[in-house]
């Protein structure tokens, strides 16, 4: 990444956290690429580039608009 890549994307994601999510995504993009190449690996496809990545970080959804309950409790009242 160079320093023209970067005025680029600063340019494009004014939002700090816009930012860093692009270049976190940049990082995990340039060592998955890294480590498919030192394993000998086919590219990551457009098909499905998360589901095929070395590197991927699983993220989990979660719907909000509904409430979680746990197992009941039983023991020290908190």
């Given at each position: 990444?160079?320093?023209?890549?970067?005025k680029?994307?600063?340019?494009?994601?004014?939002?700090?956290?816009?930012?860093?999510?692009?270049?976190?995504?940049?990082?995990?993009?340039h060592?998955?690429?890294?480590?498919r190449?030192?394993?000998?690996?086919?590219?990551?496809?457009?098909?499905?580039?998360?589901?095929?990545?070395?590197?991927?970080?699983?993220?989990?959804?979660?719907?909000?608009?509904?409430?979680?309950?746990?197992?009941?409790h039983?023991?020290?009242?908190?």
């Amino acid at each position: 990444m160079n320093e023209d890549n970067i005025k680029k994307l600063v340019e494009k994601y004014p939002n700090d956290m816009e930012l860093g999510s692009k270049v976190r995504e940049m990082y995990w993009n340039h060592r998955d690429e890294q480590y498919r190449e030192l394993l000998d690996l086919p590219s990551a496809t457009t098909n499905n580039p998360k589901g095929t990545s070395v590197t991927s970080q699983v993220k989990i959804e979660y719907d909000t608009t509904k409430a979680y309950i746990s197992a009941r409790h039983i023991g020290f009242p908190f």
